[in-house]
């Protein structure tokens, strides 16, 4: 089985530029979990989707960012407009109602 | 809500030293306890876990054993190798349907030949 599918695996953009990240999870999985790695505050839940409706999205840190499943094999983390503070690697996960996650290889973000 | 403090790093060990890695929690309930694993450019995977009071969980040669009393989940490993050179996470989770997820800040090992 293929594991959780993340894309691009590094983008690099510009201050003010709308960046789009993308997840597929495991097949089968029904919740699905973005977070933010920083060397400062570690790894950070943003916000975290059951049958792909939001349940918790007390972690995203301000109204630039915004995250959807349209459908259980897909999940976006939009930030728009980006800046220099939000460079991080972000990682997607999910599972099958367990605690169990399964982790994407992760997204490196670099914002100029 | 949950928190979990983690022994800071780097930690630096010659091959077949012991390690340990301090974690405690603070957490309502009956939390369950993991610890992850971060190797160099990918993403985390799961290495051990415990889900009640007194379970040792273990693979690859680490351990760790959930202490209630103590609210600690140390990781441990008799013997370590230099592909064990990674980062971990211990991680504390509950709840169903409405999760309460907390990592540690991870602890960076580097192990020497």
């Known amino acids: 089985d293929a594991g959780v599918i993340q894309s691009p695996r590094h983008e690099v953009t510009e201050m003010g530029q709308e960046v789009t990240l993308r997840c597929k999870p495991i097949?089968?999985?029904?919740?699905l979990f973005w977070y933010r790695q920083t060397m400062m505050r570690g790894l950070e839940l943003l916000i975290y989707?059951?049958?792909?409706?939001?349940?918790?999205d007390s972690g995203m840190p301000e109204d630039r960012f915004s995250a959807k499943m349209p459908n259980a094999s897909f999940s976006t983390l939009k930030i728009q407009p980006s800046e220099p503070r939000d460079s991080a690697v972000y990682f997607c996960?999910?599972?099958?109602?367990?605690?169990?996650?399964?982790f994407g290889a992760g997204t490196r973000l670099s914002v100029l | 809500g949950n928190s979990v403090t983690q022994m800071e790093g780097p930690v630096t060990l010659s091959e077949e030293a012991f390690l340990t890695i301090n974690c405690t929690y603070t957490?309502?309930?009956?939390?369950?306890l993991f610890w992850y694993v971060q190797y160099p450019g990918e993403g985390l995977q799961l290495l051990l876990k415990?889900?009640?009071?007194?379970d040792k969980g273990s693979n690859k040669g680490f351990e760790a054993t959930y202490r209630k009393e103590t609210t600690s989940f140390h990781l441990e490993k008799g013997s370590v190798q230099v592909s064990d050179s990674a980062v971990y996470f211990c991680?504390?989770?509950?709840?169903?349907?409405?999760?309460?997820?907390?990592f540690g800040k991870g602890t960076l090992l580097t192990v020497n030949p």
């Open positions: 996960a999910s599972t099958r109602g367990t605690l169990i996650q399964y």
């Open positions: 097949s089968g999985h029904n919740s």
């Open positions: 989707f059951n049958n792909n409706v939001p349940i918790d």
């Open positions: 957490a309502t309930g009956y939390p369950s």
């Open positions: 415990a889900t009640k009071a007194d």
């Open positions: 991680f504390v989770g509950s709840g169903g349907s409405n999760y309460k997820l907390t």
